[in-house]
């Protein structure tokens, strides 16, 4: 499973296309606390953090804003060490300048 490799946290914010009882499962098993609404057919809905949830919001704008630079959204450099620069150039025309 490619989430074997998540570092350690102590939450995941996640939308609801997460919510489903074995994820929820086995984050609870690796002690990360679910942050994810569920879906409108749930039978027996769980509770989450809504203050903590709409921190996710935040994370979303930042990437949309970062793919608002075409070099980074269609990931022209392959090299990583230069994906990784144009990232940061990006990043710092969005968030400094």
Excluded: S
Excluded at 39 to 50: E, G, Q
């Amino acid at each position: 499973m490619l989430a074997n490799h998540l570092p350690p946290a102590r939450y995941l914010l996640a939308d609801k296309a997460y919510d489903a009882d074995h994820w929820r499962a086995w984050l609870i098993r690796r002690k990360i606390q679910p942050v994810i609404p569920n879906k409108a057919n749930r039978k027996h809905p769980y509770a989450f953090n809504r203050n903590r949830y709409r921190g996710r919001n935040v994370i979303e704008r930042m990437f949309g804003r970062l793919k608002d630079f075409r070099r980074v959204a269609t990931r022209y450099d392959k090299n990583a060490d230069n994906f990784m620069a144009a990232l940061c150039l990006a990043a710092l025309v969005c968030y400094w300048i």
